[in-house]
């Protein structure tokens, strides 16, 4: 994790930083709940959108260890199928929250 894009996408303002920081982790939060509903509702088109969207403001920050995984979701449901998608949800929740742990340390020194 890359977490200096961070501090460049916020011209070094810390206050910035933080505000960049808590956005992140509230809009990734809100999307693997949506993820998590476009699964239960079986709307592959959804799930690839939201991973898409996911990996690519992940990147933007620095931040390419769940990428993969969104990446693979994003491709199931490209092709409709889901039947690997809650083990990956699982999984990306699991890798958000060990990042969530980081950044806070990153928002608060």
């Known amino acids: 994790m890359n977490t200096y894009l961070f501090y460049e996408l916020a011209n070094g ?16 939060t809100q999307q693997i709940r949506e993820l998590k509903q476009a699964l239960s509702s079986d709307s592959a088109s959804t799930v690839s959108r939201i991973a898409h969207s996911m990996a690519g403001a992940s990147l933007m ?20 199928d889901l039947s690997k998608a809650a083990s990956l949800i699982v999984a990306l929740d699991k890798e958000f929250k060990e990042i969530f742990t ?4 990153v928002g608060n020194g």
């Open 13 to 28: 303002d810390p206050d910035v930083c933080r505000d960049l920081i808590e956005h992140y982790m509230t809009q990734t």
């Open 61 to 80: 920050v620095g931040i390419d260890s769940p990428v993969s995984l969104l990446r693979k979701l994003e491709e199931d449901g490209d092709q409709g």
């Open 102 to 105: 980081s950044l806070k340390k």
